[in-house]
């Protein structure tokens, strides 16, 4: 990757780390004012504060801090536990409210997430969301796909109940509904025109257990169209671009290999994984020989080419395979509130798959992923880059509720037991509790990284 590439996805990860920390700390922040509670300090990271100032609300003079390390953050609340607490105020300390109350205050940030999910989702929908229609080409021998009995140009339009729009929302609901194994029954408009159901059987095959998408371990295709060899853009850490190749370049040959369309190409691309070709090609005019070292990548198992390239496609066709969705801004709140519902309880099941041991922790994405995703997304547009932020706010909140300690969702547990037992759980306990969940907490964040690393080499 170049680097303006690598400062491009930092400042988008930056912005987007900032802006669902914040998000979540308010919750905390705003709640906690709410009840009264004292707040000292609204933290943006940790470790040594960068930035900070000082501002009165009310009463109180509470510190805001932005830190140095931007992967999290926290709100400090008067705390008799922390420190001796004057008489006069002791009745605004944290430990000093009533359980309902610090379950609120706790609770608050991941809410404040679903919250901000709902809010992007929404502001997606009514701007409208641009896809590439589900049309299907010869899918792969021997695979699911090929033996449901799909065909060439049949269009995808439901999948059980969910209806089904674009290749996305065709992959979201394949791993949703699929995510268990079974049969799944999938409605498709055929190139005649007609209305049909094909069942695809995906057994007791564990879709999230494979590296590869599961798109590709169905053995769906997107339709191919004869289109010319023409580069319309690259990716910047692709082969292509890496070459030289330049949007208008028209592919004449490779290694000698006359290239009639896009779809040669791509096949001939695809049987050189790792490889150095030859690319003879028309720029404006001149004839021009350039040297490209192919990359690669995996698919159904195999290694295969890779280039980072993409088709100048002509206008006509390119209305033929888009669509559009968007709603009005009150049907637009209600499709929201449902995605924000949907990717929650898609997460919670992949996290139970991921403990069954029937989703491959391969699944778990740190800094450098998320990092990654925030340039490409924003690349490709504003609206895309909202989407990305839904998502990774519906993670977070989703997993700070899980009762892991030093997570809200291990307060919460805490809570409920003293709820339970009439008195809070004593200080040894909750400290060994911190001390298993922070261990964890290391324990996936190194995974996390080492898959980052992983995908790096690959």
């Known amino acids: 990757m170049s680097s303006g590439g690598l400062l491009h996805n930092i400042i ?12 979540h700390e308010f919750g905390h922040y705003w709640v906690a004012r709410l009840l009264n509670v004292k707040v000292i300090r609204f933290s943006v990271g940790f470790g040594k504060p960068l930035v900070k100032w000082t501002r009165r609300k009310g009463e109180d003079d509470i510190e805001f801090v932005i830190a140095a390390i931007p992967l999290g953050g926290y ?41 901000l999910a709902i809010a992007l989702y929404w502001i997606v929908f009514i701007n409208g969301v641009d896809g590439t229609r589900p049309l299907i080409g010869a899918p792969d021998v021997d695979t699911p796909a090929a033996l449901a ?23 979201l609901a394949l791993i949703d509904q699929g995510i268990d194994g079974g049969n799944l029954n999938i409605q498709v ?52 671009h890496s070459a030289g190749l330049l949007q208008g370049d028209l592919i004449l040959a490779v290694d000698d290999t006359g290239i009639p369309n896009w779809d040669q ?5 695809q049987k050189s994984p790792d490889q150095t070709r030859e690319f003879l090609i028309n720029r404006a005019g001149t004839e021009k020989l350039i040297t490209v070292h192919l990359g690669s990548r995996e ?25 559009r969705i968007e709603y009005g801004p009150v049907e637009a ?40 995703y925030a340039g490409m997304t924003a690349s490709i547009g504003v609206t895309t880059y909202l989407s990305f932020l839904a998502i990774i ?14 997570l809200d969702g291990g307060h919460l547990f805490y809570y409920l037991i003293e709820m339970i037992k009439g008195s809070p759980v004593s200080e040894r306990f909750e400290e060994l509790g911190q001390q298993i969940g922070l261990a964890l907490l290391l324990m996936l964040m190194g995974l996390a990284i080492f898959n980052d690393i992983q995908r790096l080499i690959n």
């Open 189 to 240: 408009k055929t190139r005649e025109l007609n209305v049909v159901t094909r069942v695809l059987t995906i057994g007791d095959r564990h879709i999230l257990d494979d590296k590869n998408d599961v798109i590709d371990q169905m053995g769906f295709n997107p339709v191919q169209v004869d289109i010319l060899p023409v580069i319309g853009g690259t990716t910047s850490d692709g082969a292509a």
């Open 75 to 115: 709100v400090k609340m008067l705390d008799e536990r922390e420190a001796p607490v004057d008489d006069k105020i002791k009745h605004r300390a944290f430990n000093a409210q009533p359980v309902i109350n610090r379950i609120a205050i706790v609770a608050a940030g991941p809410i404040f997430n679903f919250i």
């Open 265 to 269: 190409l791509v096949q001939l691309v």
């Open 299 to 323: 698919k159904n198992g195999k290694k295969t080419g890779f280039m980072g390239a993409y088709p100048d496609t002509p206008e006509e066709l390119l209305s033929k395979f888009k669509t």
């Open 149 to 171: 009995g799909f065909q060439e140009e049949d269009e995808i339009l439901s999948l059980g109940n969910t209806r089904v729009q674009t290749w996305q929302a065709f992959r």
């Open 393 to 406: 706010s519906v993670s977070l909140g989703v997993l700070n509720l899980l009762p892991v300690p030093m």
């Open 333 to 372: 709140l209600f499709k929201a509130v449902e995605k924000t519902w949907s990717m929650s309880a898609l997460t919670l099941r992949v996290l139970g798959k991921m403990l069954l041991g029937e989703a491959a922790l391969e699944n778990i994405s740190g800094p450098i992923t998320i990092a990654t």
């Open 12 to 23: 988008f990860f930056a912005i987007a780390i900032g802006v669902l920390v914040t998000f």
